[in-house]
């Protein structure tokens, strides 16, 4: 199994949800975080005062997947979430050595 992490933009949640959905993912953790990768924040006008917003507002995705999935839910991610524009993300994919659905007891790619 894979934990694949990634961090989109927020107005891209839904439309990242709805093409995970339909790859077959059937559970996702969604988090919203403030963090800065190379585009290092920015500043903006605000009442005529200037403001650096160090940490710029995103969401981070958390889904565990069968291993054989993995490649295509981060291609799925990339594709759906891409703007073209600094800011788009990042996707991490790490392995997973268990899982357990707390209600029934099912473990690994079963409690998935």
Do not use: W
């Not at 991610?77 to 099912?106: P, S, W, Y």
């Amino acid at each position: 199994m894979k934990l694949i992490i990634a961090t989109i933009k927020p107005f891209k949640l839904e439309e990242v949800r709805e093409a995970l959905t339909e790859a077959g993912v059937r559970g996702m953790m969604v988090t919203e975080i403030k963090g800065f990768g190379s585009q290092s924040g920015h500043t903006e006008i605000y009442r005529g005062a200037e403001y650096a917003v160090n940490f710029v507002p995103k969401i981070k995705l958390e889904i565990v997947v069968p291993a054989t999935m993995a490649d295509q839910i981060v291609d799925t991610i990339t594709n759906t979430a891409k703007t073209g524009k600094i800011g788009d993300g990042k996707i991490f994919v790490l392995d997973v050595e268990q899982a357990l659905r707390v209600r029934t007891g099912e473990t690994n790619e079963e409690a998935l």
